[in-house]
């Protein structure tokens, strides 16, 4: 670590940026089937690579079963043949997802290709959990508009079709023997229906509708093992998201779990990397715990066996549980938790004996002491929509006239939530107040607040982040003289928004991956999206196939308001970026390069939507530490 500052300077040295961005020592661990050993990534040949080790050993022993020295491995499988294990990539972020398998035998042998799909077509989701021996089934897309079911034999490579789609936007459910036993379609204004579909017929028995808006990501919905039924996030007569039951026969809906005042927490729909919705059992299928959103995520147990292991769980740590595998016996347990100072924690519990013992920290070169903690705040909008988020302040700092960058989060129907988050943190140490709000649209606050962002892209969106900042400042944490904007995708569109729409609002703001021409961006997005966007893009942002709606979408669009950018900027760009095109960047970088406006352009090749390797974080973070510093006034290691 390097210090700065007068010897009698309390605050904590300044972290290097490495220890903060360098891949985890330790992440993502789970238990094998058996119970006999467990599995983790940890870097190898330069990168996260999975390892496995026996239940009793510890690293030292531990073998590399993967071997990729170009991206980071970042999800992997146990299957039920304890030969081989499976794991997914892309290349260079291109988002075109392979699943490959290892023979755990013989490490050093090459990883074997199980899709061997064309360019445009990717793996989707893949579940091990399945009835058949030694198969997984697996959603990808050869043909690239319809993302279909298959089971995939794991020793052979063989493939053979269960679910093909016939209408993009429609979905079918398959039970754990990959029969189709749930189907979820839309109808022309966006509203979900949701039917019993007969395995051997495919006949289609009505049994829901659900509102589209207030689920821009999609309607959580998970077949129960026993075919009676399915568990649906839904919200009824509340404003709240419950986990329901909805019996299959008559389609009678109850309450399984429901928290007052919030939401049940769908992060995971956005990525399967992001703490999951529901806990399910490995042994039955069934769902045994879900997480609601709140100050802290909350869990509540739903089945009585796992609420014994949850209580036992929850002594090992004060953090809140991520991620829980176990074998098949449930005796034995794997659990990592999320903490705003203590990032991935990990501990093995044996439920038989209650035995316990910590497993690994994820950066052990952190000390949590030294780290700042999070802190939730509620705010009113102007209008009086009440507004959640996050305020980190610097450790051992006056918590009064500091510079804030204000972090907006990406989706935008998503949600920022209490733990560790290595960009706040790093922030934190230079010195900065870290202002985290769950605007409008944001999940996890209930339906009113999602649906009063339907049009308000650079409205009432941006205006909750403005009041936001003017909330801090008038609490005297933040000095308004030293503000920046910062985010990734929508919060990149919304640090370009804040130096369009408020341009004398920040001194300084940073865009990473983010839109700047809404119409652009919806252009480019891959076709088997587009065929998904009636109840996010199209219902909140505009058709781009109407005229007047292409208009107001262009009116919102950064790139049309360019000319009004005299805020310093940073901006970074994946070259391989399926999602939001590195055209986004390039259109707004050149033209403020014309103009003589402070703008840094970093392009990484290898990388797609958001960096992945540490070299390229590392890079985009000294660039940060760099534009705030010189902006800002915050602190930054010596040069060199």
Do not use: C
Not at 89 to 117: C, F, I, K, M
Not at 149 to 169: N, Q, Y
């Amino acid at each position: 670590m390097t210090t700065t500052g007068r010897p009698d300077d309390q605050r904590p040295a300044l972290i290097d940026v490495e220890t903060f961005f360098a891949d985890p020592e330790f992440a993502s661990a789970s238990i094998s089937p058996d119970g006999t050993r467990v599995a983790y990534l940890a870097p190898h040949r330069g990168r996260r690579n999975v390892w496995v080790r026996g239940i009793d050993q510890d690293h030292f022993d531990a073998v590399p079963v993967t071997s990729d020295s170009r991206r980071g491995i970042t999800t992997y499988y146990w299957t039920d043949d304890p030969r081989f294990m499976l794991y997914l990539q892309d290349t260079d972020g291109n988002e075109e997802w392979h699943l490959y398998r290892v023979d755990l035998g013989a490490p050093d042998s090459p990883a074997v290709d199980l899709t061997p799909l064309a360019a445009e077509s990717r793996v989707f989701a893949v579940n091990p959990e399945t009835t058949v021996p030694g198969t997984v089934i697996a959603w990808m897309n050869p043909r690239p508009l319809f993302v279909d079911v298959f089971r995939i034999d794991v020793a052979t490579g063989g493939t053979t079709p269960l679910v093909e789609r016939t209408d993009p936007a429609d979905t079918f459910f398959v039970d754990r023997t990959g029969r189709a036993t749930w189907h979820m379609a839309k109808d022309a204004d966006g509203t979900y229906e949701i039917s019993a579909a007969d395995p051997a017929t495919g006949e289609l028995r009505l049994l829901h509708r659900a509102g589209g808006a207030e689920h821009p990501m999609g309607l959580f919905l998970a077949p129960l093992p026993d075919g009676t039924g399915a568990l649906l996030g839904d919200y009824q007569d509340s404003d709240d998201l419950q986990l329901l039951r909805i019996d299959r026969e008559t389609g009678e809906q109850t309450v399984v779990a429901a928290v007052d005042g919030h939401s049940l927490d769908t992060l995971s729909a956005a990525s399967d990397t992001l703490p999951p919705t529901v806990f399910v059992s490995r042994r039955t299928g069934e769902v045994i715990a879900a997480r609601f959103t709140g100050d802290r995520p909350h869990i509540v147990p739903l089945d009585p066996h796992f609420a014994e292991v949850q209580a036992a769980l929850e002594k090992l740590s004060d953090g809140v549980l991520d991620t829980v595998t176990s074998d098949l016996s449930e005796r034995r347990w794997i659990a990592s938790f999320i903490h705003d100072r203590e990032p991935g924690t990990t501990w093995f519990y044996d439920h038989a004996t209650g035995e316990s013992r910590p497993l690994f920290r994820g950066n052990p070169h952190l000390d949590p002491a030294d780290l700042a903690p999070m802190t939730a705040v509620d705010l009113p909008a102007r209008d009086g929509l009440p507004l959640h988020g996050f305020l980190t302040l610097p450790v051992s700092v006056p918590p009064e006239n500091l510079p804030l960058v204000l972090l907006v989060h990406g989706g935008p129907w998503m949600h920022d939530t209490w733990g560790h988050n290595r960009s706040v943190q790093f922030l934190a140490n230079r010195g900065y107040a870290v202002l985290q709000v769950n605007f409008r649209g944001s999940t996890g606050y209930g339906r009113r607040h999602i649906t009063a962002a339907i049009g308000e892209f650079a409205g009432k969106m941006h205006d909750d982040l403005i009041d936001a900042v003017n909330w801090a400042v008038a609490q005297g944490y933040a000095d308004p003289e030293r503000l920046a904007i910062a985010g990734g995708s929508y919060g990149g569109y919304a640090a370009l928004v804040g130096v369009t729409v408020t341009p004398d609002k920040f001194a300084a703001a940073v865009d990473y991956v983010g839109i700047s021409d809404l119409a652009n961006f919806l252009a480019t997005l891959p076709p088997f999206v587009r065929a998904n966007m009636t109840n996010n893009w199209v219902r909140y942002v505009g058709d781009p196939d109407d005229p007047a709606q292409l208009a107001d979408m262009r009116r919102r669009s950064p790139i049309t308001m360019v000319d009004r950018i005299t805020t310093p900027l940073l901006v970074a760009q994946g070259a391989n970026d399926v999602r939001v095109v590195q055209a986004e960047s390039d259109n707004i970088v050149a033209p403020l390069r014309e103009r003589g406006v402070p703008v840094e352009y970093i392009v990484a090749d290898d990388e797609g939507h958001g960096f992945e390797n540490p070299e390229n974080l590392i890079l985009l973070h000294r660039a940060i530490e760099r534009h705030l510093a010189e902006h800002l006034g915050g602190r930054r290691a010596s040069p060199g």
